[in-house]
């Protein structure tokens, strides 16, 4: 069974970098049949899907245009997990923060994470 | 605003059936992109009810069940119980934006 464990700060200024962590238990995030995704979530942009690594062979990761350019995805293979950075953070991004498996760039997401909500605030 | 629709609402009696749509464009549902389904409880992380348009997971009552045509899709929903009542969502992918996409939702009220 495919576990997904979320950890990180619910509280971040304007202007700081959000950083959450994915912990992954039951599968690998270097699996070369699965990707590891954020989601999130708000009552202004609904549900919302940020980006993701995969490996196949090498690394790759792909961003949502919403947020390109201010996100980064990692993975940690020693300790398996992934993790999400938002650099430059406005109350905008304030959500409800998910993270997910999927398979293909056009599939669906079969496990998620509990979720983290995070306040951008000052 | 969503790039697939929804409607906002929708209820039924429990024992009847109810069906949510989902409205997508040629960049996404027309394109012949999968369409999936997840079921949101309150104050947890959604859950898949149905991938790849009409296949169940396992665990997931042969009461939901998904279809697709066209520019749009549908999750139908027979016998209705209380414990049905919840937000669910539409999920597909855009090649114009390169990128998973989702319905702005549907609250299914259990009357």
């Known amino acids: 069974q495919v576990q997904l464990q979320q950890s990180g700060p619910g509280l971040v200024k304007p202007s700081q970098t959000l950083s959450l962590t994915c912990a992954i238990s039951g599968d690998s995030v270097s699996s070369n049949n699965a990707a590891w995704n954020w989601i999130r979530q708000s009552p202004s942009r609904g549900l919302e899907w940020l980006g993701r690594t995969y490996y196949r062979s090498k690394w790759y990761e792909d961003y949502a245009a919403s947020v390109k350019g201010r996100i980064i995805i990692n993975p940690a293979t020693s300790k398996n997990q992934f993790s999400l950075q938002l650099k430059s953070a406005t109350p905008e991004d304030t959500a409800v923060y998910y993270c997910?498996?999927?398979?293909?760039?056009?599939?669906?997401?079969?496990?998620w994470g509990q979720g983290s909500l995070v306040t951008v605030s000052s | 605003q969503s790039v697939l629709t929804q409607p906002p609402s929708v209820s039924g009696a429990p024992g009847q059936r109810v069906t949510i749509s989902c409205t997508g464009t040629r960049s996404n549902i027309g394109a012949g992109y999968d369409v999936h389904w997840y079921q949101q409880l309150p104050g947890t992380a959604p859950k898949l009810l149905i991938y790849a348009n009409n296949i169940r997971p396992s665990g997931v009552p042969d009461r939901f069940s998904g279809s697709k045509s066209g520019t749009s899709a549908s999750l139908a929903i027979t016998g209705l119980q209380a414990e049905d009542e919840a937000d669910y969502y539409c999920?597909?992918?855009?090649?114009?934006?390169?990128?998973?996409?989702f319905g702005g939702g549907t609250k299914l009220t259990v009357l």
């Open positions: 999920q597909s992918y855009d090649s114009r934006l390169s990128g998973s996409i």
């Open positions: 997910a498996r999927g398979r293909t760039a056009a599939g669906s997401f079969d496990y």
